[in-house]
């Protein structure tokens, strides 16, 4: 059973352009949602990360928007830049008995085209 | 860098050996997650030791275990290995037992032949 779903599976984008990635969740207990960057040959990265009380969250270029009802959350890159160029992961959390156990969507591969 | 340090970052054994992956936290960290990486299965968590103790089982199976020592460190033990097991296995610290900023090391790369 896939709780979060990610969409699309890659994308190509030029320079300067708006990348944008879609996640779904399914469980409403989920009450943090982060978003990771993985460059090749490392390991993931936190980017930026949302609690379901806020319905837009930004951090310099990057911007989490949140929508409660629909389930849904997105990752927007603003004026995407080559060295953005690299697999996207979001995930939806929640804590059970001490622990933040995170449910990862399955990745998007982002290019940014020069 | 995260302050996540793992060892080894490659590694290369045949189906039924048994292996030893290592991670040392950032400085400060008490919480050490595992996680596996596969094309197939995506990023799946494992287990997540919180000062020595185990909090929290994932999808992880009997052949695998994992510990932490009391400076923290942790090792995932891997046995039995079969061609499946082929795959990235991180761990991740966090400073709080239910902390959710979570931050990732290099990574080990598992091959079994």
């Known amino acids: 059973q896939q709780q979060v779903k990610q969409s699309p599976q890659s994308l190509i984008v030029q320079k300067g352009g708006i990348s944008i990635i879609n996640c779904a969740y399914e469980?409403?207990?989920?009450?943090?949602f982060p978003w990771y960057q993985q460059f090749p040959g490392k390991g993931p990265a936190l980017l930026i990360a949302?609690?379901?009380?806020?319905s837009e969250k930004k951090e310099g270029r990057f911007t989490i928007s949140f929508n409660k009802s629909a389930k849904q959350f997105s990752l927007h890159i603003m004026d995407s830049q080559p060295g953005d160029s690299a697999t996207y992961f979001c995930a939806a959390s929640r804590a059970s008995g001490g622990s933040y156990i995170p449910t990862f969507g399955r990745g998007t591969s982002l290019i940014v085209h020069p | 860098d995260s302050g996540v340090t793992q060892t080894p970052k490659h590694l290369i054994t045949a189906t039924g050996q048994r292996v030893t992956l290592r991670c040392s936290p950032r400085s400060g960290d008490l919480s050490v997650y595992w996680y596996q990486q596969s094309l197939d299965q995506g990023l799946q968590f494992l287990i997540h030791?919180?000062?020595?103790?185990?909090?929290a089982k994932g999808n992880i199976l009997e052949r695998f275990s994992a510990q932490q020592f009391p400076d923290l460190h942790s090792e995932l033990n891997l046995s039995s290995l079969e061609l499946g097991d082929s795959a990235l296995y991180f761990c991740?610290?966090?400073?709080?037992?239910?902390?959710?900023?979570?931050?990732f090391g290099p990574g080990t790369r598992l091959t079994v032949t």
């Open positions: 469980n409403t207990a989920f009450d943090y």
């Open positions: 030791y919180y000062n020595g103790e185990e909090r």
């Open positions: 991740a610290s966090s400073g709080l037992a239910g902390g959710n900023e979570q931050y």
């Open positions: 949302i609690r379901p009380d806020v």
